[in-house]
């Protein structure tokens, strides 16, 4: 199996107020917020939407704090690779610190963290339908 990755899965904005950012760019890019969630164990909100065939993921607290400006960057990308296990081992035989997959917010999909080598933009890679009998 190929341990390249297919395709640009998604793409993190994270914001101190991810409700207002994801509903910024509702609004000016003409796309629909499809689904809000907190992230489990955490406060986080996320909000989730589709620009073409990206996702885009807007994350961080639910509203910003009294005093402050709404901010928002990019925290990174997220590439699909059929083998999350092949791709990880091949990052890390090229030197690169990798973290172990683990469970992703995303039903059966495991999602693990490019830690180096990045050129200082964050990424991950997840792998769908990597915990058997649960589909995306």
Not at 40 to 54: D, N, R, W, Y
Not at 93 to 121: E, F, Y
């Amino acid at each position: 199996m190929s341990v390249g990755a297919t395709h640009i899965d998604h793409i993190v904005i994270s914001s101190n107020d991810s409700g207002t950012v994801a509903q910024t760019f509702a609004d000016n890019l003409g796309i629909e917020i499809k689904r809000k969630m907190i992230r489990p164990g955490t406060s986080a909100q996320l909000a989730f939407a589709k620009l073409q065939e990206v996702v885009l993921e807007f994350a961080g607290p639910p509203e910003v704090k009294p005093g402050e400006e709404v901010k928002a960057k990019l925290w990174g990308m997220v590439l699909a690779v059929p083998d999350i296990d092949a791709a990880v081992a091949n990052l890390r035989g090229l030197g690169h610190a990798v973290t172990d997959p683990r469970p992703a917010v995303q039903p059966g999909a495991k999602i693990a963290t490019v830690k180096d080598g990045t050129s200082g933009v964050p990424f991950a890679l997840i792998q769908y339908n990597a915990v058997s009998g649960e589909e995306h």
